[in-house]
DNA sequence: GCATGATGC
DNA sequence: AGCATCATGC
């Protein structure tokens, strides 16, 4: 009986106390939906139309003949083959060499293709993806878009959302992020986004108890110029730009299980190079390398590596006997402690959330969840009450060694209010 | 249906 | 480098 599986694996309370009563308050989300401004994303939608054309018609006379730029497999064969382009910088795929963003950003000094794809690139994805299709999921009803949530899809604990998916609206990119303008409140509301600050990186401060990380949090500074203080041993005042960068990627390659091939990859140095940088992030955080450690060894135990709320996910792969199998495997294993013990802080603040509101007969809509930011819809007036109520219920939802902080805004559009 | 490459956290 | 969804080509 599934009953009996549940009350075995000690999931009772994870299921009748956060999944089953979050997917209430997930329902009043997408019942609720979000205004859309149809007209100005048609605007967009002519400009980036246009511009689309040009580059084709551009990328074409480059190329020297006409081809399909969003084929990888043509372009494949113009820039490797035709321009006879270094393939050295390029990956292999199963079908050749990679035409990625990363792979173009290193042929850009050599031709001037490689740019003019990138930009059509991000156009097409921006009017495909986006600008092109948000009106067609329009509720006539509504007028409105309706995501749908779904809770059993992610490993780790995360929600998704689809059709659309709200949780990967572009904010990068400048003409991205103007996509962010469409999504509007309703007449006499504004739209309210509060997300937490840094909040994996907290929770591995918590998860590993790692003093000197704790510390660093309690003293409520840059958190990378404080990990780079004390990874270089100088003052915080002395950290360059290209440290702060530097240990900003391995502060967030931690949680992810980075490796030193990883790593070089990643911020363009050698292997070496890599290798010494995250020798010196553990020598500074040894709780860390100490947490990590100890969490692999247990999951490989157990086969499965759990959250702070007992959500588990196996991991068959750490008991495999392919080397590479089990390094995934335990790159899985760190992601989905942090990762998945977020999801859970998250889920509580929504169901605290919830409750309030309904219990004080608030005027505030909970719209929806982008993973560690939470966006409301609250009368015109409110905004600055709303904050602090919603905050301190966000910031409050768990207890961990570290302090969980919010940064909060609001505006007419998405983009205004992050 | 799989591979690639875009977007987000 | 972890977790996702979506569009497109083939």
């Not at 580059?55 to 113009?78: D, T, Y």
């Not at 083959?81 to 292999?92: F, M, N, W």
């Not at 890599?274 to 020798?279: G, H, L, V």
Request: proline residues 4%; aromatic residues 6%.
């Amino acid at each position: 009986m599934i009953e009996e599986k549940i009350k075995n694996l000690d999931l009772e309370d994870l299921l009748y106390e956060v999944e089953l009563p979050l997917s209430h308050v997930l329902m009043k989300m997408e019942q609720r939906g979000i205004r859309l401004d149809v007209d100005f994303l048609k605007t967009i939608s002519v400009d980036l139309t246009q511009r689309a054309k040009e580059l084709e018609k551009e990328c074409h006379e480059l190329a020297g003949m006409e081809f399909n730029l969003s084929s990888p497999k043509q372009l494949q064969h113009i820039l490797f083959e035709k321009l006879e382009l270094p393939t050295s910088v390029s990956r292999k795929t199963k079908t050749g060499f990679s035409t990625d963003q990363s792979v173009l950003e290193r042929l850009a000094p050599l031709h001037l293709l490689p740019n003019r794809i990138l930009e059509h690139r991000e156009l097409n994805k921006l009017l495909g993806t986006y600008v092109n299709a948000l009106p067609e999921l329009v509720n006539p009803d509504t007028g409105r878009v309706h995501t749908s949530y779904l809770q059993t899809v992610a490993a780790t604990g995360r929600l998704a959302s689809a059709n659309p998916n709200l949780q990967n609206i572009p904010i990068r990119t400048e003409r991205g992020a103007e996509i962010r303008k469409a999504f509007i409140p309703e007449d006499g509301h504004s739209l309210v986004s509060i997300d937490y600050s840094q909040i994996e990186l907290r929770m591995m401060a918590h998860l590993s108890g790692d003093e000197a990380l704790i510390e660093a949090f309690q003293q409520g500074e840059d958190i990378h110029i404080s990990t780079a203080a004390k990874i270089f041993n100088v003052k915080p005042e002395e950290v360059t730009k290209e440290q702060r960068s530097g240990v900003k990627q391995v502060n967030y390659g931690v949680l992810f299980g980075m490796r030193e091939f990883g790593l070089s990859q990643r911020m363009g140095i050698s292997i070496q190079e890599a290798r010494e940088f995250i020798e010196g992030y553990f020598g500074a955080f040894p709780g860390v390398k100490r947490y990590i450690d100890h969490l692999l060894e247990d999951s490989r135990k157990t086969g499965m590596v759990k959250t702070v709320l007992g959500r588990r996910r196996p991991l068959p792969e750490l008991q495999s006997s392919n080397r590479n199998l089990v390094q995934s495997g335990e790159r899985m294993a760190i992601a989905s402690a942090v990762q998945g013990s977020a999801a859970d802080l998250i889920k509580l603040a929504m169901l605290k959330l919830d409750a309030d509101i309904d219990r004080e007969q608030l005027p505030y809509s909970m719209l929806l969840q982008v993973h560690d930011e939470l966006i409301f819809e609250v009368p015109e007036g409110e905004e600055e009450d709303s904050i602090s109520w919603i905050k301190q219920r966000m910031e409050s939802a768990m207890t961990l060694k570290v302090p969980i902080v919010a940064d909060a805004g609001y505006g007419k559009n998405w983009l205004e209010a992050h």
